[in-house]
């Protein structure tokens, strides 16, 4: 359902598919356990086309709101432009807007740049 990989300092989780309403809790704690194993490494989570579903944007965007919490960069890329739809459509109002790229490189390039120069 998702495999992770350090790419040039940045934490990147690939959501495969979309885990459903009954997988949702699951795929959350898997992300929840990355992100706080590899602390404070900025994350970039990249739904796949087969991810493109309400579940897996749903627990992306509640990755999103635990990474602002924790004070963890995160942004997320994908081609579909379904999955951009429901991001932005479903975004939480906190004032936590989450970054949302087209393609994976450019996630990464912009995680690693902005981590450099906050640091």
């Known amino acids: 359902m998702l495999s992770h990989t350090i790419e040039q300092g940045?934490?990147?989780i690939t959501v495969r598919r979309d885990p459903g309403v009954s997988g949702r809790a699951r795929m959350s704690e898997t992300i929840s356990d990355l992100v706080h194993a590899h602390r404070p490494?900025?994350?970039v989570?990249?739904?796949d086309e087969a991810a493109a579903g309400p579940a897996a944007v749903s627990t992306v965007l509640r990755a999103h709101r635990m990474c602002?919490?924790?004070?963890?960069l995160m942004s997320?890329?994908?081609?579909?432009p379904a999955?951009?739809?429901l991001l932005e459509t479903n975004t939480y109002s906190d004032g936590h807007r989450p970054v949302i790229h087209a393609?994976?490189?450019t996630a990464i390039a912009t995680?690693?740049?902005?981590?450099?120069?906050?640091?």
Not at 76 to 80: P, W
Not at 112 to 119: E, G, H, I, Q
């Open 10 to 12: 940045v934490l990147v």
């Open 41 to 43: 490494t900025p994350v």
């Open 45 to 47: 989570i990249v739904l």
């Open 68 to 72: 602002s919490h924790l004070g963890i």
């Open 76 to 80: 997320i890329a994908t081609h579909s």
């Open 83 to 85: 999955a951009r739809r």
């Open 103 to 105: 393609r994976t490189n």
């Open 111 to 119: 995680a690693l740049s902005t981590a450099t120069a906050a640091a």
